[in-house]
C-alpha cells in the first residue's frame, strides 16, 4: 500500500501510446501513458474509459463531435463508442478502465500493447 | 459525453467531507471532495478505494503507518484496511470506488452522505 506520484511513475518511461499500470482495484487498472500524434480509431465493446488529462492538450474525435482536454478535466468514453485520441504535442493522461481493457479495443494493430504489471 | 473540469466542478460546492459524483464507469463512481480536519476510522468490507489529491496535503492514518499525499499523488486503500484521512488546511481530493461504496465504510456516522447523482 504505497503512495503513487504520477510524475515519478511518467519518468520511468518515454515511448508513445504504450500505457503503463500503475494501480489497480476493485478489477479496474489505473493506468498513464505519454500519448503524441493521432491514434486509431477503436471502441470497446463493453467497457466504458476514462481520459483524464495531467499535462498537455487532447483531442478525442468521435463520429459526430470532437473534444478538447486540458490539464484537469476528463471524459469518461462509454462503451461501444468510437474514439480516436489525438495531440499535437507529448501529453500525458491517466486512464481508468476494466482490467480486461486493450487499449486499441476491438483493433488488433501494430500499436496494441498490453501490459498486465504494475510500474 | 461531456468534459468534465475538476475545478468547475469543485466551485459548485464548499461543504467538507461530503463527496459529489462526477462521472461513471463500470460499475465505478469517480468522486470529488472537500476535506478538512479528521475524518473516522473506517474500513470498506470488500471495496478498493482510491485517493489522489488534487490540492493541498492529507495524511491517511493506517494502524501500523502514516502515508501523506500531495498534489498529484495517489493510493489505494484495499477493501477492509482501516483508514482515516486527515488534513489541517482544506484539501480537494478524487476518490475512484464501486458505486456500493459508503463513504464512512462499516461505520454508520452523522458523516455519513449518500449521494447518488451527478452534479
Redesign the interface.
Given at each position: 500500500?504505497?503512495?503513487?506520484?504520477?510524475?515519478q511513475k511518467f519518468s520511468l518511461f518515454s515511448d508513445h501510446w504504450h500505457p503503463r499500470i500503475?494501480?489497480?482495484?476493485?478489477g479496474?487498472l489505473?493506468k498513464i501513458a505519454k500519448i503524441q500524434g493521432e491514434f486509431i480509431w477503436h471502441s470497446h465493446a463493453n467497457?466504458?474509459?476514462?481520459f483524464m488529462v495531467?499535462e498537455g492538450q487532447m483531442w478525442i474525435d468521435?463520429r459526430d463531435k470532437t473534444?478538447?482536454?486540458n490539464p484537469?478535466?476528463?471524459?469518461?468514453?462509454?462503451g461501444g463508442?468510437e474514439h480516436r485520441p489525438r495531440t499535437e504535442g507529448e501529453v500525458k493522461i491517466m486512464l481508468?478502465?476494466?482490467a480486461s481493457t486493450l487499449h486499441t479495443g476491438e483493433v488488433e494493430h501494430e500499436l496494441t500493447k498490453n501490459d498486465q504489471k504494475l510500474i
Open positions: 500500500m504505497n503512495v503513487v506520484n504520477l510524475q500503475i494501480g489497480e482495484l476493485n479496474q489505473v467497457e466504458d474509459e476514462l495531467i468521435f473534444v478538447a482536454l484537469g478535466e476528463l471524459i469518461v468514453v462509454p463508442v481508468f478502465e476494466p
